[in-house]
């Protein structure tokens, strides 16, 4: 897979670190098909097409903080869908996982960003009504691990 050939939507105007969370979603839907060591699917997903204009750190810090905390953030939006976490299809299960990711361990980023660029990322490469799925999780995740944030954003 070195040839460049993988590539993230090819919609323009995207921030490097959205482009970095798409490649991240592949690399995490990659890591849930074929249950390959993220080390690979790092040097798979580096070399993609693209890749130059995503921000290569968050991209980083996203795919192995994710698969490293995989079993903990699942535990986490386990309890808030209405489905095994097995059922979930993997670009749900995979937007699930960044989110997750995000809202627990990126704290510089307002809890509103993290779902709306999940959103962004279901709508991109989901079903058709996967982006309201992990709209509801990550909402209801939100207001459990950040609740302080949560509360002050009603209030306005």
């Given at each position: ?8 939507n ?11 969370r ?16 993220a080390?690979t ?17 968050h ?9 490293k905390d ?29 989110g ?5 361990n990126?704290?510089?980023?307002p ?39 949560v ?6």
């Amino acid at each position: 897979m070195t040839d460049k050939i993988l590539h993230a939507n090819p919609s323009k105007n995207r921030t490097p670190r959205h482009r970095a969370r798409e490649f991240a979603l592949q690399g995490l839907y990659q890591w849930l098909l074929n249950n390959e060591d993220a080390a690979t699917v790092v040097n798979n997903i580096r070399a993609a097409h693209g890749f130059d204009k995503a921000d290569g750190d968050h991209f980083t810090v996203l795919l192995y903080g994710a698969i490293k905390d995989s079993v903990a953030l699942r535990e986490s939006f386990a309890p808030l869908v209405d489905r095994g976490v097995a059922e979930l299809s993997p670009i749900e299960h995979a937007v699930l996982l960044i989110g997750a990711f995000e809202l627990k361990n990126n704290l510089e980023i307002p809890y509103r960003v993290v779902i709306n660029e999940a959103v962004e990322l279901t709508k991109s490469f989901g079903g058709i009504d996967g982006h309201k799925y992990v709209n509801g999780v990550l909402d209801k995740l939100a207001a459990r691990v950040r609740p302080d944030e949560v509360a002050a954003d009603k209030k306005r």
